[in-house]
């Protein structure tokens, strides 16, 4: 674990050192541009502008920027929006809740229907259902998000009028009991929900359906069997429960591609979460904005990635024993 | 037990998909009615027999529009997927063959790349080196290489710890004869299914940037036809979705699924152990 941790800390490092290099070494020297009255960039707002050349600090030696960005980054100073003209870290503070609300939804959900039907799938395998099954499994997991949650938002937003179109909650409401609130928050959510599972399911089903499907031919299974334990217990207590480390393992990387679709489904349902937040950001030229997004959204995957880790050497007990 | 004409039948869904999109990018110059970037009707026109898909918010027919997208999807898939595999083929190439420190490093960058959030990244590179195809491209290749270069550097290791490839070295074979007798031969699949799906992800990821505003505005991307035609208000709530809005997002979904299946097939047929 110690390796882990470790190893975690230098990923952070090469996030932060990343995030400082790449505006300042590249060709054109964007953030130059925005400072620059010849340029099509230019900030006119004469408060931004300061505030972005007491964040960058470009006109002073590069390691004086480089320790001023580091200590910036650990007291959550991130620099202001040039759009917004509100503090980075402000923003980050009241659009990462949504991002969670959404992917820990669609996590959940997608592991719950992963788990269920991998198993089901597994236990029938060869059948036609389980070919079905595979197929759109294949299919959720590889059509492109965007395309799915338009799709989605057609049916249900515009052409059935059942749910909200867009946004996280309905503007200027007033909310009589927090059920209220929460019942609206609910309804805006659904869609986008629904759509970051359909995304996340192929990817886990599959794997709990191959996983289940190499236990079932162990010997102990069989052993089992012969004992005269009931279809119900040998699938859910014994082939399931030994199929879960690889599903586990993958957890981080479900995470990651969580964020990646969180990105276009808020881009598209107006979300107010992070990925609402970057995408408004490219639209600007908001550079503070884009690298804050991707300071912070950067850091909550690699924590999910160690967590993650965590959690598999705990329930392994080949790995915890290397420990 | 999955029988293996259903095998084929994955890869021959595939290829035919991916067929019938490279005819359609080469034929574009013919089969499109119109240029692309011609003021070819009066804006926002609903279908007719002069504009099958009717025309967008410009005045330009979207039926040609869809045509030569074709041809932007293809050349980004087909520019970074190779590339992807090339970078793949050497840092696991390199890190399988050569071992040591340089083979810690390498794989440390791998396990960094591979931890980290890929679209935000994305989004981060492209924002500041800008939105070109070109740019994109490069940087797809440059996000995806490490899943290949981790395939492959424990393809190369294990084929040169097996016992006719040892004999080999031990009778005098030098290392150019063992990579070309031995070791491609072992790699060769490997790259070619990672090949088909760099491909599919770089499809979904140039069209994903476009769609959400990073894509080059003088390439006309299936990916900028779904932005453009989203930025006009209340496009859902008309039915002019269904020909402006509808037919690029199909178009991706779908290349993307025929490269997907022929991953799939690509796959299974190379690794026999998989049919089950």
Redesign the interface.
């Given at each position: 674990m110690q390796r882990r941790i470790l190893s975690y800390l230098l990923t952070l490092w090469i996030v932060l050192t990343v995030n400082f290099l790449l505006p300042r070494l590249l060709p054109g020297d964007p953030l130059a541009a925005l400072l620059d009255p010849q340029s099509s960039d230019y900030v006119f707002d004469a408060e931004a502008r300061a505030a972005l050349e007491a964040y960058y600090g470009l006109d002073r030696p590069l390691p004086e920027q480089y320790g001023r960005y580091l200590l910036g980054a650990f007291t959550g100073d991130l620099g202001r929006s040039i759009r917004l003209n509100r503090p980075v870290g402000e923003l980050i503070g009241a659009h990462l809740p949504w991002t969670l609300l959404l992917t820990g939804t669609a996590l959940f959900l997608a592991s719950l229907l992963a788990l269920l039907g991998g198993t089901e799938a597994a236990w029938r395998r060869g059948s036609w259902r389980d070919r079905v099954l595979v197929t759109a499994g294949v299919v959720a997991g590889n059509a492109p998000v965007y395309f799915v949650g338009m799709m989605l938002l057609i049916l249900f937003g515009a052409w059935l009028g059942w749910l909200p179109l867009a946004g996280g909650r309905t503007p200027f409401a007033h909310y009589d009991t927090p059920l209220a609130a929460a019942a609206d928050v609910g309804r805006h959510l659904l869609l986008p929900a629904l759509t970051l599972t359909l995304a996340l399911v192929g990817a886990k089903f599959l794997l709990v359906r191959s996983s289940v499907v190499s236990v079932l031919s162990e010997d102990f299974m069989l052993v089992l069997r012969a004992k005269g334990l009931s279809e119900g217990r040998l699938k859910w207590a014994h082939a399931l429960r030994n199929a879960l480390l690889p599903f586990v393992a993958h957890l981080a990387a479900h995470a990651s591609m969580a964020i990646t679709g969180a990105v276009f489904i808020e881009a598209l349902f107006n979300y107010p979460g992070m990925g609402r937040l970057i995408f408004e950001a490219v639209g600007a030229r908001d550079y503070p904005l884009i690298q804050g997004v991707f300071l912070v959204v950067s850091t909550v995957v690699l924590t999910a990635n160690l967590l993650a880790d965590w959690l598999n050497a705990r329930l392994d007990p080949r790995l915890r024993a290397e420990q | 037990?999955?029988r293996s004409g259903?095998l084929g039948g994955d890869l021959v869904l595939g290829l035919a998909g991916l067929a019938l999109f490279a005819a359609l990018a080469l034929l574009a110059g013919v089969l499109a009615p119109y240029d692309p970037h011609a003021f070819s009707g009066q804006p926002l026109e609903r279908p007719s027999p002069a504009h099958p898909l009717g025309t967008n918010d410009a005045g330009h027919d979207i039926l040609s529009e869809l045509l030569y997208g074709a041809r932007i999807s293809l050349t980004v898939a087909l520019g970074a997927a190779v590339g992807t595999v090339a970078l793949g083929a050497l840092v696991g190439g390199v890190a399988g063959t050569v071992g040591g420190w340089l083979d810690g490093l390498l794989m440390?960058l791998v396990?960094?790349l591979l931890?980290?959030?890929?679209?935000?990244?994305l989004?981060?590179?492209v924002?500041?080196?800008?939105a070109g195809l070109a740019q994109t491209t490069v940087v797809i290749a440059l996000l995806f290489w490490p899943a290949t270069a981790r395939v492959v550097r424990a393809q190369v290791q294990s084929v040169r710890q097996r016992g006719y490839v040892r004999m080999a070295r031990s009778w005098g074979g030098s290392p150019g004869y063992l990579l070309h007798r031995h070791v491609l031969p072992q790699i060769g699949p490997l790259l070619l299914s990672g090949l088909v799906t760099a491909a599919?992800q770089a499809v979904?990821m140039e069209?994903?940037l476009a769609?959400?505003?990073?894509g080059d505005p003088t390439a006309k991307s299936w990916g900028l036809m779904?932005r453009f035609a989203?930025n006009l208000p209340g496009l859902?709530?008309t039915d002019r979705?269904l020909w402006w809005?509808l037919p690029p997002?199909?178009c991706?979904?779908l290349l993307?699924?025929a490269l997907?299946?022929t991953g799939?097939g690509l796959e299974t047929r190379l690794h026999p152990r998989l049919r089950?």
């Open positions: - | 037990m999955r259903r440390r396990d960094v931890a980290l959030p890929r679209l935000p990244l989004i981060l590179l924002a500041f080196l800008g599919g979904a069209a994903g769609f959400l505003g990073l779904m989203l859902l709530l979705w809005l997002g199909l991706v979904t993307i699924l997907t299946f799939v089950k």
